[in-house]
């Protein structure tokens, strides 16, 4: 299923679709839809909410066990989800191990949602900066003093995918996804080239995963 749109209607969609599979009963569809949730920014919290919904509406026996399955999508896709509130946190966390990880013999299915967290981590810290330019993420990145050609390479790669991680557009060059690993190091170099301290704290927050 590909959503198309803007950020909050896909999200909306999203929520929508896993609330209508939890109130069926349909397992193994809905996690599949929780995951992809996930990946769109949709926090854990936001999920049980919709499974409290759900249960109002269609039953407490639907709402506990839609409840049941998003726990366990939660504690096999990344035990981070327990340890952090901040969804800010989380994201980062992934943009962070996603750049260290080993790119040998890995598909490019598996970069296709990174584009969409990658923007909004860098929508989130820029908000912070540049306040009275929220929502215009090209605006924010060139008051960024950082090498111009990795800031249009980074916003080249954050365009790329639409928010649910699907390519809607044709003549997007997807070879900027077989640069995942470096483009993401890139932005993080931007993040602690703007604020050096931010960045340092975050990595206290958000010890990263251990690479072999």
Not at 51 to 72: K, L
Not at 134 to 147: K, Y
Request: charged share 30%.
């Amino acid at each position: 299923m590909r959503f198309i749109g803007d950020d909050d209607d896909v999200r909306q969609r999203s929520m929508i679709t896993v609330a209508l599979l939890a109130a069926l009963g349909r397992d193994r569809e809905l996690a599949r839809h929780i995951e992809g949730a996930l990946n769109l920014g949709i926090t854990p919290d936001e999920i049980i909410e919709i499974m409290i919904h759900v249960a109002h509406y269609a039953g407490w026996p639907a709402g506990h066990n839609g409840q049941r399955v998003a726990q366990d999508v939660f504690a096999l896709r990344d035990p981070v989800l327990h340890e952090f509130e901040s969804e800010y946190q989380r994201l980062f966390k992934r943009v962070y191990d996603e750049a260290n990880k080993d790119p040998a013999n890995r598909g490019l299915e598996e970069f296709y949602p990174m584009p969409n967290i990658a923007r909004r981590v860098l929508e989130s810290f820029l908000s912070f900066r540049y306040p009275e330019q929220a929502g215009q993420l090209e605006q924010q990145v060139r008051r960024v003093s950082f090498d111009a050609t990795k800031k249009a390479r980074i916003l080249r790669f954050l365009h790329t995918c639409s928010p649910d991680g699907k390519i809607t557009e044709p003549e997007h060059d997807l070879s900027i996804l077989t640069e995942t690993p470096n483009v993401l190091k890139d932005l993080l170099d931007m993040v602690k080239a703007e604020d050096p301290k931010h960045y340092e704290e975050m990595l206290k927050l958000v010890p990263p995963t251990s690479m072999t």
